[in-house]
């Protein structure tokens, strides 16, 4: 059985990908509920997807022996049972059981993706008590059925779930009509007319069950019997759904059925139409067990001989796959570098003909790889929607347990960032957030008493601005207030002085370790991460965040990170014979200057440029390069940028660009300031990438 | 004996792949993978099944839904079905049952009585 075993570690992780993505979607879907429940407004769909939900998510555990997690969701499928099931009624004490629950799936299944075993058998106890606690003991579901009054055929009430059996009870119950429709498809495009005929029955009231049957051209055909309720007038939807192959019937206990003996019906709405519908081309008697055969539109295969595709047009990969191609891609680039380079040098070498020939091959092969890396790029972009998703459930959540009105407000949805950068920037977002609404947002009370909304808005905007993406996320609410930071950062000896601060500075402080302005730690944001941590978590993937706050008004956080980490094209540059790379993303210019346009101010080298000065950084000096013969007469001076901020790094000389697949210089020399990693030139000679937004934080730092 | 062909319907990716993999190393086969019912119709008549491993609770056209029409349809009335679902779903598999389904096993199941069906049901004549 060891080839079983060896199947069933493959499958952990196809375990963990399918009970990630379960156990995200239910967070959302729960957050909608809770959504429904204030407005009492409840979603049958809804419900029993999340019940389905917890029910793959008990299955799937089961079956790869994570005992812990099936026994938890096995649980929370029986709660979600009893709901969609109505043997319980959704009410607001429900949400925090089922909110407690699915934090706990998460917290398990992030456990088995990290190879951790801690033991969370007294939240899960704890848990499985509160749901169990929820459970009242089973009450009888009405005894004689009333589902007998429409006439259903055996056939079709033999394959109701107990769940569709439900439905159609409700669905009586609310007074709705219930309608079968017959439909006849060509085996070759059953599936898109189906589809068509579904998707049009669910705008007009619950599609309850689909059940194939065999009809009278079983080899060229599918039939399909669809139970339908609706409060609709038959007119108001019948000539919609319309076509040669549809057939609608009214089931009920009116006159028309030719059932003998039926009870009393306590439910059905006093409808006095004949339930046969004027409009249906075919009529059929409801509560015949066959249906006759109907006519088959076209001979087989007479037409579309497709649709063997799947509905689906997407592939789910492993993003190692895509980081091993990308790596490959890499090293075609840098062979590609040396061919042009070869063909270079014959060139002043003289072998003219010939190097032409291979100059002008290896400018087709340089075409194609760039579209090359191109594609490879684009496959890991995504946009930043999916992490907006993952945000709004946080959001739903937090305010609820504030008791604070927020809503949420998205732009850009659409713009596309690198899937690992996304990832990343999952958690410095959420942290901020988090912060938004526990120290932004004032309480629904204070907003009115203010004469703002009661209702906080948080608005995260996204949009590229040139190889960036710039991710806003803005509140309207109380700001931040910039003297109770200073006097917060004297008391915890962090600055020594305030006075001369100015207030971009003294916000720049909350980003200190160790500095927290509400001083009981909350459990919203207090969770033992303060803005330190988010400032490093952004900068590690080359990002900065800024911030801009207005008192009483609000606050915006910017966050502006690079596009994609994996490949990205340097200027190298020179400096006292060493060489560096500086990622031409946050190149902005560079100029060719002599000593005498630089002047100092403040013992700080300046250079004016157009209306602004521009502050300088000399490499030697930043890197401690001892220099022989002081710096040539002519240099350069290239000016960087990241967000708002500019700096101009002065260097020797410019050598030319390149592509280049940045390596991470691994934890051994990860406090060394200024790079942020390093790659490989293709020539065998590897070169050190300058870390720009922290060489800009360092000049500012030291600026003062 | 021939390869035999069996189609598995689960709406689970994971479980498919479980399955798949489990009733691979069990019995010498080919697999055809459906995510729910609706898929199982479009595949029943371009496969030559030879045997159908179901489950109950899927979206669109249920186990139940699809068990029903098979019975129902001469072409495959006698390809043998085995449920394969979840412990508290009783009612659906004694449904499932009633509708014609051959037998049936709970999820997590084990893989000896798996394969015990799988060959009983295979080599029937």
Known sequence: MSDLNAAANKAVKDFLAEAEEIVDQLGSELADLADMADRSDLNPDLLNSIFRGAHSLKGLAGMFGFNDICELSHNMENLLDWLRLGRLNLDQSLMPVLFQSHELLTLLVRNVAEGGSADQAEEIAACIASINACLAPPEKSGGGSPLSQLGLSEAMLGALTEYEEHRLLENLAKGRRIYSIHTSFKLTTFDQELAQVSDLLKTYGELISTLPRVGGNMETNIDFDILFGTTLKPEEWVPMIERDSVCVTALGAFPSPP???????????????????????????????????????????????????????????????????????????????????????????AFSRISIELGKAAKGLGRRLTDLQKGVMEIRMIPVGQLYEKMSRIVRKISREQGKKVELKFNGADTELDKLIVEDISDPMMHIIR???????????????????????????????????????????????????KSKALQKGLVQDVGDLSDKEALDL??????????????????????????????????????????????????????????????????????????????????????????????????????????????????????????????????????????????????????????????????????????????????????????????????? | MNTKTILIADDSRAMRAMLTSTVESLVDCRIVEASNGFEALRLLPRENVDLILTDINMPDINGLELISYLRNNPNYKEIPIIIISTEGSQKDIDKGRLLGANDYVVKPFDPARLQELLLKYLNRP
């Open chain 1, 510 to 704: 909350i980003f200190m370790p160790g500095f927290s302005t509400n001083d009981e730690v909350s459990e919203v944001s207090g969770r033992g991460v303060g803005m330190d941590v988010v400032r490093n978590n952004i900068a590690a993937i080359s990002g900065m965040v800024d911030i801009e706050t207005v008192k009483g008004a609000g606050t915006r956080f910017i966050i502006t990170i690079p596009i994609t980490l994996a490949i990205i094209k340097v200027l190298i540059i020179s400096c006292s014979g060493r060489t560096y790379a500086i990622p031409v993303t946050s190149v902005l210019e560079s100029l060719l200057l002599t000593g005498k346009d630089i002047r100092t101010v403040e013992r700080k080298e300046v250079i004016q440029l157009r209306e602004t000065t521009l502050p300088l950084l000399s490499l030697d000096t930043f890197f401690g390069i001892d220099r022989r013969q002081g710096r040539p007469g002519e240099f350069y001076v290239v000016v960087v940028g990241v967000a708002e901020k500019r700096l101009g790094i002065v260097v020797d000389d410019l050598l030319g660009q390149q592509d280049i697949v940045i390596k991470s210089m691994g934890s051994a020399f990860r406090r060394f300031r200024g790079i942020s990693g390093a790659a490989d030139l293709g020539d065998q000679r590897t070169i050190l990438v300058l870390d720009v937004g922290g060489m800009i934080n360092e000049a500012m730092k030291s600026g003062n």
């Open chain 1, 435 to 485: 912060n938004a609404i526990d120290h932004g947002i004032e309480t629904p009370e204070l907003r009115e008493a203010l004469g703002k909304d009661e209702k906080g808005t948080i608005r995260i905007s996204s949009y590229q601005k040139g190889n960036h993406v710039v991710i806003e996320v803005e509140d309207d609410g109380g700001g931040i207030d910039i003297e109770r930071i």
């Open chain 1, 259 to 349: 059932q003998a003996g039926l009870p009393e019906p306590p439910v059905s709405p006093p409808l006095q139409q004949p339930s046969r519908i004027p409009v249906v081309k075919h009529e059929r008697d409801a509560s015949a067990a066959i249906p006759p055969p109907l006519p088959s539109p076209a001979p087989a295969g007479a037409e579309e001989p497709q649709s063997a595709k799947s509905m689906s047009r997407t592939v789910r990969v492993d993003i190692g796959k895509l980081d091993e191609l990308m790596n490959i891609v890499g090293e075609l680039v840098l062979a590609h570098s040396s061919i042009s380079a070869i063909a270079t040098k014959m060139r002043t070498e």
